[in-house]
């Protein structure tokens, strides 16, 4: 079975300063792993995505996570935030037949000016 | 030229009425999901279907039905609500690589802008 851990609901960090959010990942399987970011009364929009190769996958908006395996871990960084960060983010993983996604229980981001 | 879209945005109603929403996807999808967020912004699936047949039945109340009309259309509805339905409904579609596999990057999901419906 998949399931994912975000580690920490809520993080704040100032304005250019570095983003850090982590996800954990449980998975009998090769995981494909997503990050998932939602602005205020928006709907979910995909930052980015590791199927398989590079383990460092670049995003939008500068965010990058990097796949590692032996940590069990897909964290999300960006070197400098920005006020339009703020957000909530999920990190999701897909399922072994690929119809089901399951997220974790997201993390807040503030960024203070 | 909405990928997903969802009506209505808001929708607010009293307990024991019976209510719908309607999801479309203009983007050729195979596979369309309905999920709830709750106040604490945890996403829960509730169903998914594919080419109009229901793969994904979570543990959802009876009250809730959906009903796929078409592959570009999953829509959502509500008997007898109750306080608790209160959350955003969250409409969504992927591509489905199918049988012989295909590309891994048609797993992601795109989702609509969500409907929140309050009980009172």
């Known amino acids: 079975a998949q399931s994912v851990t975000q580690l920490g609901s809520h993080v704040s960090v100032s304005e250019g300063a570095l983003v850090l959010l982590r996800c954990n990942y449980s998975?009998?399987?090769?995981?494909?792993l997503f990050w998932y970011v939602q602005y205020p009364n928006q709907g979910l929009q995909l930052l980015l995505k590791?199927?398989?190769?590079?383990?460092l996958v670049k995003g939008i908006n500068g965010f990058e996570a990097e796949f590692k395996k032996s940590e069990t871990s897909f964290h999300l960084t960006k070197p400098s935030a920005h006020m339009s960060d703020a957000a909530e983010y999920f990190c999701?993983?897909?399922?072994?037949?690929?119809?089901?996604?399951?997220f974790g229980t997201g993390t807040s981001l503030t960024v203070i000016p | 030229d909405t990928a997903v879209s969802q009506t209505p945005k808001y929708l607010v109603t009293q307990m024991g009425n019976d209510k719908s929403i309607k999801c479309e996807q203009n983007?050729?999808?195979?596979?369309m999901y309905w999920y709830k967020q709750d106040s604490k912004k945890f996403l829960k699936i509730m169903f998914s279907?594919?080419?109009?047949?229901?793969?994904i039945n979570e543990t959802v109340p009876n009250r809730f039905s959906p009903k796929s009309p078409d592959k570009a259309h999953l829509n959502l509805h509500i008997n007898s609500l109750e306080l608790g339905d209160s959350a955003v409904y969250f409409c969504?579609?992927?591509?489905?690589?199918?049988?012989?596999?295909?590309?891994?990057?048609?797993?992601?999901?795109?989702f609509g802008p969500g409907t929140r419906l309050t009980v009172t």
């Open positions: 969504a579609s992927s591509q489905e690589p199918g049988l012989a596999g295909g590309p891994i990057g048609s797993y992601e999901q795109y």
């Open positions: 998975s009998s399987v090769p995981p494909y």
């Open positions: 590791y199927t398989t190769g590079a383990t």
């Open positions: 999701a993983v897909i399922s072994n037949t690929g119809n089901q996604f399951y």
């Open positions: 983007l050729g999808h195979d596979t």
């Open positions: 279907y594919n080419n109009k047949e229901l793969i």
